[in-house]
């Protein structure tokens, strides 16, 4: 069991590009979840998959914002048009699909976003 | 909806000193309920959980019960360390199937 991996780490980038990040959750772990944290907040809640089917994304999951997970296994954040208010980190976590609120849910290192 | 309420920090404290940092819930039905920790320019880590009413979960020193008729589940430890210091989140998980977490709690502990 390696841990939920999440890459880039860091990504510096200009208004306007376009970003990807990418998250390898826990093997057999079919529930992957997208949150994003800015500097004092918790998390908050983007968007969740049940193997590659996506079931459920946050009103704050603009059309810019799009999530796959095309195989059921690693999944993609990709920001589009990027502006300094996507400035974020972006947590992937994953966990056993449900059937009891208590499976726990692990999270990655996150993936520090800045726009300049 | 369902919704945590985490105290304010910063929250100051000398080595050894005890610790209490509260978290109330609201939510429908039955929630699970966690406690996640997170130091400087990390993820979150997993610290504690309890799925079901007068349970109590504990790791590392720290404890905290689900108390059901009090909507709460308070952070406790009985004397903390510096290699404490960091940001304590609380969070539900309930019919949602998602986590839902309190604001977080800055924790400094000073030798």
């Known amino acids: 069991d390696t841990g939920v991996s999440q890459n880039p780490r860091h990504k510096i980038t200009k208004r306007g590009q376009n970003v990807t990040f990418r998250c390898d959750p826990i093997?057999?772990?079919?529930?992957l979840y997208w949150y994003r944290q800015t500097l004092g907040q918790g998390p908050e809640f983007l968007t969740y998959?049940?193997?590659?089917?996506?079931?459920?994304k946050s009103r704050l999951l603009s059309d810019r914002f799009s999530a796959e997970r095309p195989k059921g296994s690693f999944s993609t954040l990709e920001i589009q048009r990027t502006e300094q208010g996507d400035s974020a980190m972006y947590l992937c976590?994953?966990?056993?699909?449900?059937?009891?609120?208590?499976?726990?849910?692990?999270f990655g290192e996150g993936s520090w976003l800045t726009v300049v | 909806g369902d919704s945590v309420t985490q105290m304010e920090g910063p929250v100051t404290l000398s080595e050894e000193a005890f610790l209490t940092i509260n978290c109330t819930y609201t939510?429908?039905?039955?929630?699970?309920l966690f406690w996640y920790v997170q130091y400087p320019g990390e993820g979150l880590q997993l610290l504690l959980k309890?799925?079901?009413?007068?349970d109590k979960g504990s790791n590392k020193g720290f404890e905290a019960t689900y108390r059901k008729e009090t909507t709460s589940f308070h952070l406790e430890k009985g004397s903390v360390q510096v290699s404490d210091s960091a940001v304590y989140f609380c969070?539900?998980?309930?019919?949602?199937?998602?986590?839902?977490f309190g604001t977080g709690t800055r924790l400094q502990v000073f030798p």
């Open positions: 976590a994953s966990s056993l699909m449900a059937g009891a609120s208590g499976n726990t849910i692990y």
């Open positions: 093997s057999e772990h079919n529930r």
């Open positions: 998959f049940q193997n590659e089917a996506q079931l459920e």
């Open positions: 939510a429908t039905g039955y929630p699970s």
């Open positions: 309890a799925t079901k009413a007068d």
């Open positions: 969070a539900l998980r309930g019919d949602t199937d998602k986590l839902i």
